[in-house]
Structures are given as C-alpha cells and as structure tokens.
C-alpha cells in the first residue's frame, strides 16, 4: 500500500532554515507528481509547492515562493523541501502527498519556528 514518511521537522530560528524529506513506498514513484502541504493549528491544511514526476516544473505557494525549494530523487524514491528564510509563520504541520493517488498522507512533520 502507499506509504509517505514525513521527516527532517523541529525548532527552527526565524531567519534560518531545515529541510524536510518524504519517502515514498508501494507505487511507482516516478510516475507521480509529489506535492507538500502544511496545516497550522486552527487552520486548514495548504499547499506549499509540488514537482512534476521527471523534476522538471515545479510550482509554490506565493508565501513561500523564493524561499523553499521542492526537489526529488526517483532513485531513492522521496521528495524534499529546503525551506530556507524561516518565518514565524511557517510553523506547522508539514505533510507530503502523491499527486492524483487518492488521498493518501502521510504522519507529517513537526516544524516549529521560534526565537
């Protein structure tokens, strides 16, 4: 069955940066693009940015456009997410996601970013 693990959150200074990772089992990765989104507390969750199934495009939320940079690797089958120029703001949930899959999630990350 699809599985998404989440990875790569924790305390992160304003101004500074982390980077998430997502591994992917039970399809064929590379077939697929792979989105990231992200819920807040008391929010409803977002999308932040997604690649196409080769790498080549790759789409962002304005709130986060020249910031993160989503990127993957078909070989090891995952997707990352540099998020760099933290914001207080970006805290959340961050979660990856198969595009056009069915409505399969992962556990999510933890992201948190704080002073």
């Known amino acids: 069955q699809v599985q998404l693990v989440e990875s790569g959150g924790g305390l992160g200074q304003p101004g500074g940066s982390l980077r998430l990772s997502c591994a992917a089992s039970g399809f064929v990765f590379g077939r697929y693009a792979m989105s990231w989104y992200r819920q807040a507390p008391g929010n409803e969750r977002e999308f932040v940015a997604r690649?196409?199934?080769?790498?080549?495009?790759?789409n962002y939320a304005d709130s986060v456009k020249g910031r993160f940079t989503i990127s993957r690797s078909n070989a090891e089958s995952t997707v990352d997410l540099q998020m760099n120029s933290l914001k207080p703001e970006d805290t959340a949930v961050y979660y990856c996601r198969v595009v056009g899959l069915g409505d399969y999630w992962g556990q999510g990350t933890q992201v948190t970013v704080s002073s």
């Open positions: 690649i196409s199934s080769a790498g080549g495009v790759t």
